[in-house]
């Protein structure tokens, strides 16, 4: 049950990282755990031209320099007076004349920060956006911007994940792990990902569990329990290669973590940065039942997250974009949960149609702007569009839709028309999908319609 409970306000965390050129972040990080001290060198390669841009470092950090390939000192604005943009003040490149220079494709910086250790007195808060060290572990996820981020001002998109070449000295860590790669018991040790990531850093001493690639930080568990979480684990996402007929190669990374705040018994707090979700005040022996299995609100919470490796942003755009992100992963899970578990996913649809019934929503269709579709519609109503449509035209159309969308998505932006056009092309007729259409996703009345085809259906 702990999971549902901290599901949306985790995923109301998930910072979409946007964008196609593919950013390189190359350099060193030293750690001094006792100390809270980091101090990094790095170059951002590759960097797009963006005419207006901040570059986004965590506040905590104080910058030595800003250099040019050429190793010359390149001025700055930002360190007087600064602006802050979340946890990061916001930098810029500029002339002699203060004025703003465009941004290099490739430039290097170097910086220091110290940060408390919080070993027993605590603060008030904690937050994705903490450089949180605790006497055991460094946390620092990306949205602490403890590597330097770029920031497009006209587009409002940060760009935040990196291919990644990143060499960790840290001689008081027993253990180094960064989102994209395994982790590591070197002392100094380069980490690196080809595919762009966002490189959270999680290092201190803890145990390390491992089973075909899959991992899980900081937990004591025995063995045997440890296995029946990976091997869940595998089960949803050989389930989901075999609908999707897209195999599904992505090793995950779970991650206990302890806040630098006090924490209730029971209270609990996730989040993800894909591939890795990270935990605080969950227990980890109780996620699997008697029978060896995943309870099936955790087997929902996890598929939710595994189904993002397909859906992850870039299928992001358009007005739909939260939709074509959330509805379908959480349609996904909601296919999981009913293959391990019918009587929960009956009731979890059922629950979904009542939680809807009287609450007011613009038809998908007619959804012009992004923030349009809020939580409830991405987790709760998007999903029941989707099996509305599964009940109309069946399960394998449905899932040979999404299976093409995410292929298209590789190369192009999707829409409406996209589904409309895959639909087609799989084999529902012109007439039965404007029936579908006018009904589910032009309808001022669409939501009450889909209520209702839900709860009629057994
Ligand atoms: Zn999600």
Known sequence: MKFTSILLIFLGFLTPIVGFSQIHLEGEVRILMKEGLIDCSFELSNVPEIEAYNILLNKGMNIQFFQNTEKQVIPYSGYYNGRMRGEALAYT?????????????????????????????????????????????????????????????AKDKLLDAFSYSIKVICEDCAQVFINGDVPSAARDHVFQSSVPRQPMLFAGEFPVLENKGNY??????????????????????????????????????????????????????????????AYSGVDFNALINGGGKLE??????????????????????????????????????????????????????????????????????????????????????????????????????TFQILSELVKRSELASISLDDFKEIALEKGVSLLEYSRFEEKFLNSSEALTHTVEKILSHE
């Open 93 to 153: 490149f500029i002339d002699e004349n203060r004025q703003l220079e465009p941004m290099p494709k490739k430039f290097s910086i170097k910086y220091r920060g110290a940060f408390p250790v919080y070993e027993d007195l605590l603060n008030s808060f904690d937050y994705k956006g903490m450089i949180a060290f605790n006497g055991k572990t460094l946390r620092a996820a990306e949205q602490s911007k403890w590597y330097p981020v770029i920031y497009d001002v």
């Open 296 to 397: 099936p609100s955790n087997l929902s919470f996890f598929a939710h997250e595994l189904a993002h490796y397909y859906f992850d942003t870039k299928i992001l755009s358009g007005p739909q974009a939260w939709f074509w992100l959330e509805s379908t992963a959480e349609y996904l899970a909601l296919k999981a949960v009913e293959e391990f578990s019918p009587e929960f996913y009956q009731n979890r649809i059922k629950g979904y149609a009542n939680f809807l019934s009287g609450k007011n929503y613009k038809a998908l269709a007619k959804i012009k702007k992004r923030d349009e579709i809020d939580e409830d519609y991405r987790y709760v109503f998007g999903p029941l569009l989707l099996l509305v449509f599964e009940l109309e035209f069946g399960n394998s159309i």
């Open 216 to 277: 899980i930080l900081n937990v004591n568990l025995e063995e045997d329990k440890a296995n029946m979480i990976f091997k869940e684990i595998d089960k949803i996402k050989l389930f989901f290669a075999g609908k999707m007929q897209i195999p599904y190669n992505e090793k995950i990374f779970l991650i206990s973590h302890k806040a630098v705040t006090p924490y209730k018994p029971d209270q609990t707090w996730g989040f993800a940065i894909f591939p890795t979700f």
